[in-house]
Structure formats: C-alpha cells, structure tokens
C-alpha cells in the first residue's frame, strides 16, 4: 500500500520569509513518481513538480525548490522568499508506473502568507 | 485547449435525490479520472476510464454511484439517493496514457462541490 503524510496542517509565514512544506512517504514500489499540488482558493489543482524515483537530483524553479532523499523516503518542497499569493493548501501526491497513474494524495499544507 | 471544464461548479440538494457532474477533460487525453475530496483531506481516487473503458473502480464507489464516459470525451458521473455523507468536493482530471514511460502529469479541474442536506 502507498501512503503519503504531511504532517504539517497549516503553516502561516510572514511576507519574504522562505518556507518549507514536509512530504513523507510510503511505497514498496522501486518504480514510483512524486507530486507537488497547489490548490489556491479557487479549487483548482494546479501542478507543480513530478519527479521519478530514479532522479535523486535536486530541483530549482524559480522561487521553488525540491529535496528528494530516498533515504528518509521525504520529498521535501521550499518557497523562498514567499508572496502572499503563495498563499493555498499543498499537496504530495505519489503513484507507481502500475497504477495507471492513479494519485495518492497526502492530506494538505495549507501555507498562510500575510504582508 | 481551456483545460479541464467540470459543471456544474456548485450543487446542494436534498437527502435522497439523485445529482450528476459532467466532465469535459482536455480533447487530447485518453485518460479520465473522478477523485472526491472531502474537508480538511487530500483528493481520493474514484474511478478511471481509458477512452471509453472504465477500467477501476475504488472501493469507495458504492453502488449509488455510477460513472459513463459513453464516447471516451466528456464524462458524467451520477449519484443515486444521495446521503449527507456523500457532500464533498468532486474533482474531474485527465491525462495522457504514457505507456511504460511512466506516469503521466494529470489536470484537475476546479471541481464540482455537493452539498446533501
């Protein structure tokens, strides 16, 4: 079975602060693809990153960045600098190559940014 | 394409009553997915279709629900005599089937929020 926790419910930062949202999770699969989610207020699931599980690679987009360590099983995502329209529920979501692409969804951050 | 379209956005109804969603994903996408999301919770599978097939079901689909995907374009899902329990948001996403490439990146749309009172 998979499963994906995010132990962090609600975290609120101040404008320009960097942030870093915690993804832990679980699969018995050697094969298996990570996600990062936002859903703003609208509802709308917005994607952010996936990243398989053979590419250990650090990644740098912008304001975004993602820690993959297989070793703690932890796929970890920071915003620097962060602007109030950060603001949303973050999901971690996983899926293995045999699923069909089926998701399994952590239960959310939701990230507060205020001036 | 203006991505995945889902109507309608908002539904309240009464215990008992039956309610479907629509679904239009975007035109190039074999696959068609139905999540449900409920307060406080990351979305949960519901069902998938490929083309037209529908080839998984969750445990979470009782037999009130029902999912068609009649020409593998837009898809409908309906839910007979509908319970409070069932109140929750109803996500529609689609993706294209990447073979042993790997998994592919799924649109969501905005959702289809169920109200049963």
């Known amino acids: 079975a998979q499963k994906v926790t995010q132990a962090q419910t609600e975290i609120s930062v101040v404008e320009k602060e960097d942030v870093t949202l915690d993804c832990v999770y679980e699969?018995?699969?050697?094969?298996?693809?990570l996600f990062w989610y936002k859903q703003p207020p609208s509802g709308e699931l917005v994607f952010l990153i996936r990243r398989n599980s053979f590419d250990e690679q650090n990644e740098i987009s912008g304001r975004y960045s993602w820690n993959f360590q297989k070793s703690t099983s932890s796929f970890n995502f920071t915003i620097t600098a962060s602007q109030v329209v950060d603001s949303a529920v973050y999901f971690c979501a996983l899926t293995n190559t045999g699923t069909a692409s089926k998701l399994t969804f952590g239960t959310g951050t939701r990230l507060q940014v205020t001036l | 394409d203006t991505g995945v379209s889902q109507d309608p956005r908002h539904k309240i109804t009464k215990r008992g009553q039956n309610v479907t969603f629509r679904c239009d994903p975007i035109?190039?996408?074999?696959?068609l997915y139905w999540y449900r999301q409920t307060l406080g919770q990351g979305p949960e599978f519901l069902t998938y279709?490929?083309?037209?097939?529908?080839?998984?079901k969750s445990r979470l689909l009782s037999d009130r629900f029902s999912a068609e995907r009649p020409k593998g374009s837009f898809s409908t899902l309906e839910i007979q005599r509908t319970e409070q329990g069932d109140s929750a948001m109803y996500l529609c996403?689609?993706?294209?089937?990447?073979?042993?490439?790997?998994?592919?990146?799924?649109?969501f749309g905005a959702g289809s929020r169920l109200t049963v009172l």
């Open positions: 699969t018995r699969d050697t094969t298996y693809y």
């Open positions: 035109s190039e996408h074999n696959r």
């Open positions: 996403a689609s993706g294209k089937d990447r073979g042993s490439s790997g998994a592919n990146v799924l649109t």
């Open positions: 279709f490929q083309n037209e097939a529908q080839l998984e």
